[in-house]
């Protein structure tokens, strides 16, 4: 075993942490493979979790796995370890997104920094506050898209109209589909899922976090529930004038789609840490068509991966994640 290896107890508790990512409907489409004696830590994507209807690609699948992976580096950091990563590496299957080794000591990691961001970042589907966000905390959280080789733009007064149509367009061809909406509504979950224990899974979006009906304004917030009736769920007028913010890459291969996921976690946490709430909206860029107009032709992003709305706004609940023993394998 190569010295300094980390323990699997240290090693368990990183990937418990990445898990809290992020992903499309909460799908958390991960798992890891941990080799103790080789220090090789695999990430890798389970397919059982992918939406052939929404995400054919895997676009939105790899930037599920982005954040997750962002979160182990935050976490092995924090604990004093570097995590070496080497995405897609060669001589692996196609299931293999990313690898990580460990080494001591670790160099001055500024990531360390957003470890407790981890367990606070929850997506809003609530109302935010007029408060303005300061120019200064969004050119941080430019500058933290930047550092993973992605890039935060923040469209003007014009452009978020256009991004409303966009966002309607989708909600309208949406509702036209009836295979995404079946697609969809396996990711809604309630809380009397297993018959035997009315207790809720482990994964997707719980009633509890569907937010209200928009009533008004012009906040890109999607109403998940799609139409059905959820009691006890009222409506509210959402912010008009929305703080957002479209997240892109030059590039639109698999490695970007992991490299623009663990952007947008740093973004993500980034945010938490700042005091922002935060939401995430993929709608728009399921559809290929509405993704391309979405896209900033002033941009140095020519492919946008993911909308984000900030804001301050009240805390968001959590939401369920699948247990460790699911997800994490030890050899």
């Not at 929850?122 to 890039?151: I, K």
């Not at 989708?170 to 809380?191: C, K, N």
Request: charged share 25%; proline share 8%; aromatic share 6%.
């Amino acid at each position: 075993m190569p010295a300094h290896t980390p323990d699997t107890t240290s090693v368990a508790s990183w990937v418990a942490d990445a898990t809290m990512a992020p992903s499309m409907h909460n799908a958390q489409p991960w798992l890891f493979h941990y080799a103790e004696a080789e220090n090789e830590l695999r990430l890798l994507m389970d397919a059982t979790r992918a939406m052939p209807r929404s995400d054919p690609s895997g676009r939105g699948l790899h930037l599920g796995c982005g954040t997750a992976l962002f979160n182990l580096r935050v976490a092995a950091a924090q604990a004093g370890w570097e995590p070496r990563v080497r995405l897609m590496p060669e001589a692996t299957g196609p299931e293999t997104l990313a690898m990580i080794t460990f080494v001591q000591p670790v160099e001055s990691d500024e990531v360390a920094e957003l470890y407790p961001a981890i367990r606070r970042r929850h997506t809003s589907r609530e109302p935010f506050s007029d408060e303005a966000v300061p120019p200064a905390l969004l050119d941080g959280l430019r500058g933290a898209a930047r550092a993973e080789g992605a890039r935060l733009d923040l469209p003007g007064d014009w452009q978020v109209e256009w991004i409303q149509q966009l966002v309607w367009d989708a909600e309208f061809e949406e509702g036209l589909s009836q295979a995404v909406r079946e697609e969809l509504a396996r990711w809604i979950s309630g809380t009397d899922d297993d018959p035997r224990t009315g207790a809720a899974r482990p994964e997707g979006i719980p009633l509890y976090a569907l937010g209200p009906r928009r009533y008004d304004g012009r906040a890109p917030v999607r109403d998940f529930a799609g139409g059905r009736y959820v009691e006890g769920r009222g409506s509210a007028v959402f912010e008009d004038a929305p703080c957002l913010a479209v997240l892109g890459t030059r590039e639109d291969e698999r490695k970007d789609w992991l490299r623009a996921g663990q952007a947008m976690e740093r973004v993500l946490l980034q945010a938490t840490q700042d005091g922002l709430s935060t939401s995430l909206n993929s709608q728009v860029l399921e559809w290929p068509e509405l993704r391309r107009a979405l896209r900033d032709p002033v941009s140095g992003a020519e492919y946008p991966q993911m909308l984000i709305r900030l804001g301050y706004g009240p805390e968001a609940p959590d939401t369920p994640r699948r247990p460790l023993s699911e997800v994490l394998v030890i050899i």
